[in-house]
């Protein structure tokens, strides 16, 4: 049997992304950022005016960010260890949702980091690309670790045997997001690594998941 597999997110899972986002669209462009509820899209407002970014306008920022600031990222607390210990007993990649070309960024990101994963991208839902990684990897048992409900959801419905942990490490965003474990969609939710890495490790040797 394959050894098992570890497939986890990168942003506000491995690193901290939305921090580090607020601090250049401050710093940057005098934009402030202050989420309140799970509206990304309304979080942003000019400074001195207090007139709202358009919405059209958030998704060019957030490629931009990408494209020339992903060295302001840091880890998540423990992650960098976890990550480690975590491959002593299985592979792990990372499934990131970038575009494609920043994949190799993404790696480099990571590895600059201490944390040196195959890092697979994706657009969209996330059940689909864990399938077909799935299909290259055929692991006797997989986990499945994201911040976000939506991508749960996607992988139970398409691959429901994949033990799946919702992690949102990121303390300015986590009171806000939808919990897949509340929904059914997700097996746990942990938000620090510190009681996520225990949960995996019992998780890899234990009886599989329904």
Same mark, same amino acid.
């Given at each position: 049997m394959s050894r098992p597999l570890i497939v986890t997110d990168c942003d506000e899972v491995l690193l901290h992304m939305i921090a580090p986002f607020r601090d250049w669209l401050g710093e940057v462009h005098d934009i402030d950022f202050e989420l309140a509820g799970n509206e990304f899209h309304k979080a942003m407002t000019r400074r001195g005016s207090g007139e709202r970014v358009e919405a059209a306008r958030v998704w060019p920022l957030l490629n931009l960010f990408f494209d020339s600031e992903m060295h302001r990222q840091h880890p998540i607390a423990g992650s960098v260890a976890?990550? *480690? /210990? +975590?491959? %002593?007993? /299985?592979?792990?990649?990372? +499934? !990131?949702? +970038? %575009?494609? &070309? #920043?994949q190799e960024n993404r790696t480099r990101q990571? *590895?600059? &980091?201490?944390?040196? +994963? #195959?890092?697979? !991208?994706n657009q969209g839902p996330k059940g689909p690309a864990l399938k077909a990684i799935l299909d290259e990897f055929r692991p006797g048992r997989a986990i499945f670790i994201d911040d976000l409900a939506q &991508? &749960?959801?996607?992988? /139970?419905?398409? !691959?429901?045997h994949v033990a799946r942990l919702h992690l949102c490490g990121e303390p300015m965003i986590a009171p806000h997001i939808a919990c897949a474990h509340k929904a059914g969609h997700a097996h746990a939710r942990i938000d620090d690594w510190a009681g996520a890495l225990p949960w995996l490790l019992e998780t890899l040797y234990s009886a599989p998941h329904d």
């Open positions: 976890a990550m *480690a /210990a +975590l491959a %002593e007993h /299985a592979d792990v990649v990372v +499934l !990131t949702n +970038l %575009e494609d &070309h #920043r990571l *590895a600059d &980091h201490g944390i040196n +994963l #195959r890092v697979f !991208t &991508h &749960h959801d996607s992988v /139970a419905e398409l !691959t429901p």
